[in-house]
């Protein structure tokens, strides 16, 4: 990942608690994380006590269907920027400002969505709904129709709406920073 609280991230489908065990000894250095399809109480107790538990996020998918765009609400306007294989779709605000933005690459038949987010004064009016809307469109262009996402908690329960449907928890544990570098130590959302 190349970030700060979030250096390296092992993302693993099937890992025995073996595995997982000499990962969370010999793997440990600050903002490395280690994320599992299943249970968080399976990774609790598989890694050495250093290793925080972050947030659960929830695997996701769902089949996009055509003409799902929808506009934005007066007096928003939407913006749909391409770079090499990511579309980014945003919702500005009457100032210009980003209210709302969220991304989508495709890799096959999948088009995964990541980093949708709407900005805390603009929430709750359709601003995520007009986001995901748009990036459907285009991974159906790109010959994608399989939705897959990781959400948290909020995106989720807006992803439900949608008509995503939860597949499995993805859990998710991480190595903090020092809490002298750079503000503090890793936050514990679970974010795709
Ligand atoms: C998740 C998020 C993007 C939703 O954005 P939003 O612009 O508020 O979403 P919308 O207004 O389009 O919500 C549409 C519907 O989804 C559901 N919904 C969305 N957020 C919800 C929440 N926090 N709690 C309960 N229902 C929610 C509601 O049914 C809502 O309709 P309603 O407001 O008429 O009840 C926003 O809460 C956010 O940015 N959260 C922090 C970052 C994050 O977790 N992003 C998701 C990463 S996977």
Partial sequence: MGLHAHRLRYVLHDPDEQMLAGLGRHQNAPGTWIKIVGN?????AALPSEWKLADTGYLMTTTYRAASDTPPPSPYTARLQ????VVTAAVLDAGGQIAAS????TANAFGVVDQVETAPAHRRRGLGTVVMRALAPHALRLGADAGVLVATDDGHRLYRTLGWTVRTPIAAAYIPEPRSAAGGAAGGAATS
């Avoid at 391409?82 to 294989?85: E, K, M």
């Fill in 40 to 44: 968080p109480i399976r990774l609790r």
């Fill in 102 to 105: 969220g991304r989508l690459a």
């Fill in 82 to 85: 391409t770079s090499g294989d």
